[in-house]
Every structure is written in C-alpha cells, then in structure tokens.
C-alpha cells in the first residue's frame, strides 16, 4: 500500500466520520437550526474531505478541478439552501407563536 | 468489496422503493422515491451505462421529485390531506397478482436474452458511418431516430395537456410565479439563480456537445437548463413569459419541427430519417441543440403549470 492509498483512506475515513456526525446531529438534535448547523457540518467538511480523497485518487489534474468544481457547487447549493430552509423555519415559529397569542387560539 | 457494494446498493434501492410504497404521509414517499432515484442512478452508473444514469438521476429523480412536491401542494390547497387511505384487501392482492406476474414475465424475457447478442454488435460497425463516438447518441439520433422524433413531440403534447389546465379568463396569461413570497428568501434564492443560470447554460451546451462522442445529450442537457431556469425563477430572476409569446412558441416548436424538417429531408437520401453521407455528424449536432433548448424550455414550463389569473406583472426578461 503507498501513501497515496494510505492519503485516500485517511481522507476518506475523516469524511464519513463528518457524514456519520452530521447524520446524528440530524436525527438527535431538537430544533431545525442545531439540525441545519449539523447537515452544514457533515455537506461541508464531510464532502470536501471525501471530494479531496477522489481527487488525490483520480490521480490527475483535469480531474481534480472537476472534482473541486463539483464540490464548490455542492457548497453553494447547500448554503442556499440551508439559509433558505432556516428562514423558512423562523417564519413558521413566529406564526406558531402568533397562532398561540390570539384570542381565538385558531391555526393559520 | 465490489460484490458488499452491489448488495448493499441493491438493498438500499429495495428498502428505498418499500418505504416510498407503503409510507402514508406523501411527502415522505416522495422523498424516499428521490432518494431511490439517485440510488437507481448510481445501480446504472455500476452496469457502466452512464447515458441511463445521467437521465436517471436528472429527470427521474431530479425533474419528477419536483413535479411530485408540486403536485402534493396542490393537493394540500385543495384541502386534500394527501396521505394514503387503506384500499380494499382484495383490490391490493389483485395489484399484487398483477404485478408478481408482471415481474415474471419481464424477468423471463430478460433472462432468454444470450448475454453475447447484445445491440452494441448490431450498432458498433455502423457507428463510423455516423462520426460521432457515443452508440446511445447513434441509436437515438440515427438508428431509431424516429423513436427520438415521436419523444419529442409527446412532451410538447404533455406541456399542451397542462396549458388546457388553465382556469377561464387566464388563457393566454402566465404561469403562477414562482418566485418566493418572503423578500429575505426570494434575495437568497435570486443570489444563487444568477449564478446558476449562465452556469447551467454552459454545462448543458457542454452536454449536448459531448453527447456525440461521451455521454450526455438533449435530454440530459434539456433538464439541466430547465432545472437552471426554474431556480432563477424562484429567485426572481427571471420572469415566467405569458404563454401566447412568439418568441417562447418558437423556442418550444423549434426542436421537434428541425428534427422533423431534417428527417423529411433524408427522403431525398434515400429514406425518412435518413442522413446523407458525410452530413450525419453535423445533422445530428444540429437536431440536438434545437431539441435540447425546446426540451429544456418544455421542461421548464411543465413544471411552472398551466396560466393562471392574476399572474401577469410585466416580464423583466422578456423570456423564460
């Protein structure tokens, strides 16, 4: 085994050690912003370390820049997304709370 | 290790496929159907079919899990709660029945099929004769065009069917915007689509380019466009065209009548769909970028749904 192989399974181990964290933060958390900043954890970092092990292993240029291309829109998308997610959580909370003030106590 | 990641592979899309079934809130089906898609994508990516995974993955995941949500919206605003019923146990035996026969049947005529006499032997020694690399591209474009042709137009005749969904008085108006109520979101959203969009262009020009001679092609470079359209739509980055635009029916007719017009011509080579010598590589590259803007656009509006009132702000980019 070289170290490159040995590079790949490291990177590729610390990766879905991220993914594995993130995926029980999802599922253990209470609320959706702690459950986001877990995802966010395991698309950023998990992603990148497994995108790094590919790349070392593709073991060329051209396909190192694709692979950190994909990973850099992976990246965006996921940060959209989760902003957006997060906004739209906020929104349902204040409405909730809105819904609990009123007199008539009705939903919506 | 190759045949533990087949196996597993194989029980995820299994476990996928149960869960979206027999799950009764539908917007967990849907996401398990999503999930199945991509995990099917990756099963053709396996058997070295990447053609069928790109599709996979982009339209039957991609496109259809969107068209799903949608849809179950609309079930909601209609006071639908959109959870599975229990059905009759004799009507779910007889589905069952039906379809355990069914897989037999399709499992007996995949089976008889030597594993030698595959259509790459057939298709192989005519691909020079084309001069473009990619055998599913031949198939589709050359070797059973007509095939290909006929797609075209049932997907401009769905997109027709949703139209006729519009409400009186809304014809010919735009679809309801897709854009985000929320004024934070919406500026989220127009951040990512006016990255997205050129991005998507240029990927799915690359697409169709690669698609002579790598996998790729119309289809899958039509719902990387369609996909770039609706999010800058969602950001309010574009506007949605009203549905009697010149310049939209041109772009929505233009694929399947140049694909057409073409394979009119080829009687004058010799047969309908038939390219002259030397011209295929050139024909097909051509009926490819008409059929990809028309199926990414086709696309696009499927999605959006039929004109509604009220939905006709003025349009800031004049098309969709």
Same mark, same amino acid.
């Given at each position: 085994?070289?170290?490159?192989?040995?590079?790949?399974? /490291?990177?590729? *181990?610390?990766? &879905? !050690?991220?993914? $594995?964290?993130?995926? %029980?933060?999802? +599922?253990?958390?209470?609320?959706? @912003?702690?459950?986001?900043?877990?995802?966010?954890?395991?698309?950023?970092?998990?992603?990148?370390?497994?995108?790094?092990?590919? /790349?070392?292993? *593709?073991?060329? &240029? !051209?396909?190192? $820049?694709?692979?950190? %291309?994909?990973? +850099?829109?992976?990246?965006?998308? @996921?940060?959209?997304?989760?902003?957006?997610?997060?906004?739209?959580?906020?929104?349902?909370?204040?409405?909730?709370?809105?819904?609990?003030?009123?007199?008539?106590?009705?939903?919506? | 290790?190759?045949?533990?990641?087949?196996?597993?592979?194989?029980?995820?899309?299994?476990?996928?496929?149960?869960?979206?079934?027999?799950?009764?809130?539908?917007?967990?089906?849907?996401?398990?159907?999503?999930?199945?898609?991509?995990?099917?994508?990756?099963?053709?990516?396996?058997?070295?079919?990447?053609?069928?995974?790109?599709?996979?993955?982009?339209?039957?995941?991609?496109?259809?899990?969107?068209?799903?949500?949608?849809?179950?919206?609309?079930?909601?605003?209609?006071?639908?709660?959109?959870?599975?019923?229990?059905?009759?146990?004799?009507?779910?035996?007889?589905?069952?029945?039906?379809?355990?026969?069914?897989?037999?049947?399709?499992?007996?005529?995949?089976?008889?099929?030597?594993?030698?006499?595959?259509?790459?032997?057939?298709?192989?020694?005519?691909?020079?004769?084309?001069?473009?690399?990619?055998?599913?591209?031949?198939?589709?474009?050359?070797?059973?065009?007509?095939?290909?042709?006929?797609?075209?137009?049932?997907?401009?005749?769905?997109?027709?069917?949703?139209?006729?969904?519009?409400?009186?008085?809304?014809?010919?108006?735009?679809?309801?915007?897709?854009?985000?109520?929320?004024?934070?979101?919406?500026?989220?959203?127009?951040?990512?689509?006016?990255?997205?969009?050129?991005?998507?262009?240029?990927?799915?020009?690359?697409?169709?380019?690669?698609?002579?001679?790598?996998?790729?092609?119309?289809?899958?470079?039509?719902?990387?466009?369609?996909?770039?359209?609706?999010?800058?739509?969602?950001?309010?980055?574009?506007?949605?065209?009203?549905?009697?635009?010149?310049?939209?029916?041109?772009?929505?007719?233009?694929?399947?009548?140049?694909?057409?017009?073409?394979?009119?011509?080829?009687?004058?080579?010799?047969?309908?769909?038939?390219?002259?010598?030397?011209?295929?590589?050139?024909?097909?590259?051509?009926?490819?970028?008409?059929?990809?803007?028309?199926?990414?656009?086709?696309?696009?509006?499927?999605?959006?749904?039929?004109?509604?009132?009220?939905?006709?702000?003025?349009?800031?980019?004049?098309?969709?």
């Amino acid at each position: 085994m070289s170290w490159i192989d040995l590079a790949v399974l /490291a990177l590729l *181990g610390a990766g &879905l !050690a991220f993914y $594995a964290a993130g995926s %029980l933060g999802f +599922l253990r958390f209470p609320d959706t @912003a702690s459950r986001l900043h877990a995802l966010t954890k395991a698309d950023n970092l998990g992603l990148g370390l497994v995108a790094l092990a590919a /790349a070392i292993y *593709g073991g060329s &240029l !051209a396909v190192a $820049a694709k692979i950190a %291309l994909v990973w +850099l829109f992976a990246v965006i998308a @996921a940060g959209t997304t989760s902003q957006l997610l997060a906004r739209r959580a906020r929104l349902d909370e204040a409405r909730l709370d809105d819904a609990d003030s009123a007199p008539d106590g009705g939903l919506r | 290790m190759t045949f533990a990641f087949d196996l597993i592979l194989c029980l995820m899309i299994l476990g996928t496929a149960a869960i979206a079934l027999f799950v009764r809130d539908a917007l967990a089906a849907i996401a398990f159907f999503i999930a199945f898609g991509n995990l099917m994508g990756l099963a053709w990516l396996g058997l070295d079919a990447v053609n069928v995974a790109l599709a996979e993955i982009a339209i039957g995941a991609g496109v259809t899990g969107v068209l799903l949500i949608l849809a179950r919206a609309r079930l909601l605003a209609l006071g639908d709660a959109a959870t599975s019923t229990g059905s009759p146990l004799l009507l779910r035996l007889g589905a069952l029945a039906a379809c355990a026969g069914f897989v037999v049947l399709l499992a007996a005529a995949v089976l008889s099929i030597p594993p030698e006499s595959g259509l790459d032997r057939v298709v192989a020694p005519l691909m020079p004769g084309l001069g473009i690399e990619n055998r599913v591209t031949g198939v589709l474009l050359a070797f059973r065009a007509y095939d290909t042709l006929l797609e075209s137009f049932v997907l401009l005749g769905a997109l027709v069917a949703v139209w006729s969904l519009a409400p009186a008085g809304a014809w010919p108006g735009r679809p309801a915007d897709p854009g985000m109520a929320d004024a934070p979101m919406r500026r989220v959203a127009g951040t990512f689509g006016q990255l997205l969009l050129p991005v998507a262009l240029v990927m799915a020009a690359y697409l169709v380019w690669a698609g002579s001679d790598l996998p790729g092609g119309a289809f899958q470079a039509g719902t990387v466009l369609a996909g770039g359209l609706l999010v800058a739509g969602m950001g309010g980055t574009i506007g949605l065209p009203s549905s009697d635009q010149p310049l939209l029916r041109a772009a929505l007719v233009l694929g399947p009548v140049v694909f057409l017009a073409i394979g009119l011509a080829g009687v004058a080579a010799g047969g309908l769909l038939v390219y002259p010598a030397g011209l295929a590589k050139a024909l097909i590259v051509t009926i490819e970028y008409t059929l990809f803007l028309s199926i990414g656009v086709t696309l696009a509006l499927l999605v959006a749904g039929p004109p509604m009132p009220g939905a006709s702000d003025p349009d800031p980019e004049g098309k969709g």
